[in-house]
């Protein structure tokens, strides 16, 4: 359990909100706003009502002050999301802070310098914790895509001041919730990506929560090497056949239905139009790679999660980023979107190269929900307990949850 914003008085109120503004950028400019953009909710809201909104995040992975990491860039896109000026303090700590602070008006937001330029943050120290939590009077925290970090900022903090969920927190939290903690069934889950070796904990965990597992991506070839096919020159981690074999007969004992490829789209190359077919996967050619699902899989999943009420969407079904490699995501992609307009299917999605896969299928704004996160997102998949989440749980036995003795 925890507390969302409607439970905090803000007016007038110092209030520190850890947001994960950590976007790419190339040459000094952000390339894509969707973190900033999806954090503006909870900024322009607190703003709304009469909070000093102080903006903590991180952005990159500076050892120590960088320029490079200079978080500047941040407030041209931040007050285009946020509909008004945002100030701005050179440091996160210190007379810099300080005085920046003590110039902000109700309602105004202020983003201070990269927590990151302080190697305390990354060591959640508890010094550098009660510094920042000097800064204000609530904390509230709207990164879930850095929930998976027990930094100062992340996790120290929240146990410092009274603190929240900000609505981008509460936003993740609710859809994966609904995804995998008590979800409507069938659930079946979409696992792509190039290695098993990488996702050997959240299939792990999946094999037990979901009634189908989808495997798509360089990873099905692992599990078809596993299963005694022959899969040519295609990426696989033959090394990990043995641990694939023990997902599959972990997955039969918890009634769990793992899908793989029927047959498959082989090339001569890793490349943009490198000539290819279609193949069933008792044929693929020696000195030919996998590349993508075939239509026939493609069909039998979309068949499959026609019969499914939860989706949980984590990886690329095969080398979606050359074509033609990228149909059966594309395909797969869009059935799900489709049932999702008609109401039939919950769909969540999230994690690393998922959200590039789902937008060039042209379907990002068309599932229920899309996570901000990657790693973060993995590892909530994996099981884990995110500690910038378990820092904000309200204790059952009563209080505020803030720990602090504040309340
Ligand atoms: C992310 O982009 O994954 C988060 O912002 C966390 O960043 P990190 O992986 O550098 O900790
Ligand atoms: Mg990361």
Redesign the pocket.
């Known amino acids: 359990m925890f507390r969302t914003i409607d439970a905090l008085d803000v007016k007038g109120k110092r209030v520190l909100v850890r947001a ?1 503004l ?1 976007v790419p950028a190339k040459d000094g400019k952000v390339t894509d706003t969707t ?1 900033i953009d999806r954090s503006a909710a909870t900024l322009t809201e607190l703003a709304a009502k009469g909070a000093k909104v102080i903006i903590l995040t ?1 952005f ?2 500076p050892k120590g002050v960088e320029a490079k990491y200079s978080q500047k860039l941040l407030l041209e896109p931040l007050a285009k999301a946020v509909g008004k000026p945002v100030a701005w303090a050179d440091d996160c700590i210190g007379p810099a802070a300080e005085a920046a602070i003590a110039a902000m008006k109700d309602g105004d937001t202020l983003l201070l310098e990269n927590v ?1 330029f302080h190697p305390e943050e ?1 060591k959640n120290d508890p010094a550098f914790a009660k510094t920042l939590a000097g800064l204000g009077d609530i904390y509230v925290n709207d ?1 879930f ?2 929930a ?2 027990a ?1 100062a900022s992340t996790e120290a903090l929240a146990r410092l001041l009274p603190s929240a969920a900000g609505r981008l927190m509460q936003a993740e939290l609710e859809a994966l919730a609904k995804a995998l903690g008590s979800p409507e069934k069938p659930v079946a889950a979409v696992v792509g990506g190039a290695k098993v070796s990488t996702k050997l904990d959240l299939l792990g965990n999946l094999v037990s929560r979901v009634d189908y597992l989808i495997i798509g991506g360089g990873m099905a070839n692992t599990f078809l090497f596993a299963q005694g096919k022959s899969v040519g020159k295609s990426l696989c981690e033959k090394e990990m056949a043995d641990t694939a074999r023990e997902i599959i007969e972990k997955a039969k004992a918890a009634h769990c239905h793992i899908v793989l490829p029927v047959d498959v789209v082989v090339a001569t190359e890793f490349a943009e139009n490198a000539p290819n077919k279609v193949v069933s996967i008792n044929a693929v050619p020696d000195d030919m790679m996998i590349l993508d699902a075939g239509p026939a899989s493609a069909e039998a999943i979309i068949d499959r999660i026609g019969g499914c009420k939860t989706l949980v969407w984590n990886g690329p079904m095969g080398a979606f980023e050359i074509k033609p490699f990228d149909a059966a995501t594309n395909a797969v992609a869009q059935a799900a979107a489709q049932r999702t307009a008609q109401g039939k299917l919950l769909t969540v999605a999230g994690g690393g190269d998922t959200v590039a896969a789902l937008a060039a299928a042209g379907v990002e704004d068309k599932f229920s929900y899309v996570s901000t ?4 997102f993995l590892e909530w998949l994996e099981g884990k307990t995110l500690p910038g989440v378990a820092a904000l749980e309200i204790k059952a036995s009563g209080g505020c949850g803030c720990g602090g003795g504040h309340c």
């Open positions: 994960d950590n973190r991180h990159g992975r990151r990354e990164a895509s850095t998976h970090r930094h996160a990657g790693g973060a």
